[in-house]
Structure formats: structure tokens, C-alpha cells
């Protein structure tokens, strides 16, 4: 008999081997995160098509700015980013000066409508994970780029951390809301933060680690967290012992640890990943295949969710979609 979805995802968690290979991809519709029940129909619908062992539920990309008065237009298309047209913080003064923000207030209150809605429509069994942007990542979207983030955490250290502080005050009770609504834990994202490209490890350590770990610290009764480490020269074992069961990064990157050498280094945690951008959008399915295939080898399937290196490309081909989930639903031990 077939485990259900959430039975599937215990037994990974275990360290067991479940009934087949789970797997699960994630991605933005851009024209269609504008309100609590759009983005919930759109995910409801990804989710139904492709049978995914778990949702990870992925918000309005620029959500976690807009309490403090980044605004974005949309330009409307599928494939389209929404651009940034008003930026509120402007020094680093302004960053010292936001003041944490209610969870259930205007963009976080709709993503929590949008975490109800879709788990009333999927009901208990299908475990959800809700996207939560850790407070560096935060802080590098309401300064504007990541550039001037860096130059601010060197030349105005208080100014970041007061910041940072207002920000960790305010997704703390926001990831704990989360939960209520019916999330099964948070995919804690460092985007491009968590990487020698932006960062040194002394300075990920000073300004990203501490209000990293208070935030998963207080959704630490969730069963299903999971940590994203972002990007290419990812600092991905300065994170390893960050308490989440399952972590996802770039593992198909040539700058990364690849999953098989992760494996001995995370401390028993589910790996999560093995399928690259490019093969999701090569002309051939058999790139996507031949990816899930390695991914499987190198893991022995033991702790192991096939999955991407991150939110996958809109442009990507759903034949290769539909080819690595067909492997993955038919794949026996």
C-alpha cells in the first residue's frame, strides 16, 4: 500500500526508506500572487498537477519588504519580475529607524490567508512548508541591492544591527503565525547573502547567524524545517548546524559541495536538491533525468528529496517536469 504524502516525508525524516523516491519543485507565477486567493489557487493547482511529496509554498517574491513601504508594480506577464518603485529606506539611518511590524498586518496577514486557504483545500496530509527570507536577505531588499548592504554593515555596523533587530523582532512572531495557519515549517531562505560572492564568513557570522537562529529557534516545535543555502560559493557548512531535519542548495553547482560530499557534513539531515535550472529547461528531457538519476547514486536515496537547487525557472519545460516526476512516482528500491 502507498504511503500518503506526509507518511512518505516522516519516514525520510527518520532516516528510513520510504515506499518510492519523494520529490517536490517549486516556482513563481508572477500574475498570480497579487491576493491571498490567487496565489493560493495557483499553488493549489501546481501542486495537483504534478503530485509533489510537498508544497513549498512560494509568496509574493517581494512580501517581506512591503510592511515598510516598498512598493512594486507588476508588468504583467508569467515571466515577469514586478520592479521596485518606491524604496523607503534610503540610509542607513532609515534602516535604524523601521519598527517591527504586527504579523497579521497587511502583506504578512495575506500570506497567512494564503497559507489557510490552500491548506483547507489540500487538507492534513500533504505536508506544506511556508517561505520565510532570513532577516539579512531582508534587510538587502529594503536597502535596495546587496551591494549597499554590504557597504552599510562595514561603514554603519549599529545602524544594520538596529535594523536587523526590527526585522528579527518582526518574522519571529510572523514564522510562529505561519504554523498556526497550517504550515508544517518555514523553507528559510538566505538568498544571496549566505555566499562568498557578498559576503565574508566572519561578517555571515556577525550579521546573518545570530538573528538567523532566533528565528528558527522559535519555530523549532515544527516538524518540517527546512534551510535553503542560496547561490554559487555558498557558505553552506558555515550553516550546518543550524537546527532544521532538511537543507536545500545549489548542489549541482561545480562551486558547491555536491550532495554526495554533503553527506557526511550535515550531520544526518535530509538533503534536498540534485536537479539543476538548466537541465529543467534543456530541450531534452534526458538532462533532467540524467541529473535525478546521479542525485539518486549519490545518496543511496537514504535522507533524500529530489528536488531543485531553488525556485525553478517559469520557462521551465513541463515535459522535463513531468519526466523526473514519473521517475520519481515509479521509482522502487
Known sequence: MAASHRERIERVLAGERPDRLPYAFWRHFYDQESSAQDLARAMVAWYREYDFDFLKVNPRAQYHVEPWGARFEYPGGPHDRPRQVTFPVRTPEDLAAIRPVPPDSGALGEQLE??????????????????????????????????????????????????????????IPF???????GADGIFFATTTLATRNTLTEEEYRRFGRPYDLRVLGAVSSAWFNILHVCQE????YLLADYPVPAVNWAATSSTNPSLGEARARLGGKVLIGGVSHRALTAPDPEAALSEARRAVEETGGIRFILGPDCSIPTTSRPENLRAVADFARNYRW
Open 114 to 171: 494564503a497559507l489557510r486557504l490552500i491548506r483547507r483545500e489540500l487538507g492534513p496530509d500533504v505536508p506544506m512548508v511556508a517561505t520565510i527570507f532570513n532577516p539579512l536577505s531582508i534587510a538587502a531588499d529594503l536597502v535596495g541591492s546587496d551591494a549597499t548592504l554590504v557597504r552599510w554593515l562595514r561603514e554603519y555596523p549599529a545602524a544594520v544591527e538596529a535594523g536587523l533587530e526590527t526585522i528579527t523582532r518582526t518574522f
Open 175 to 181: 514564522a510562529q503565525a505561519c504554523l498556526e495557519a
Open 233 to 236: 560559493n555558498s557558505m553552506l
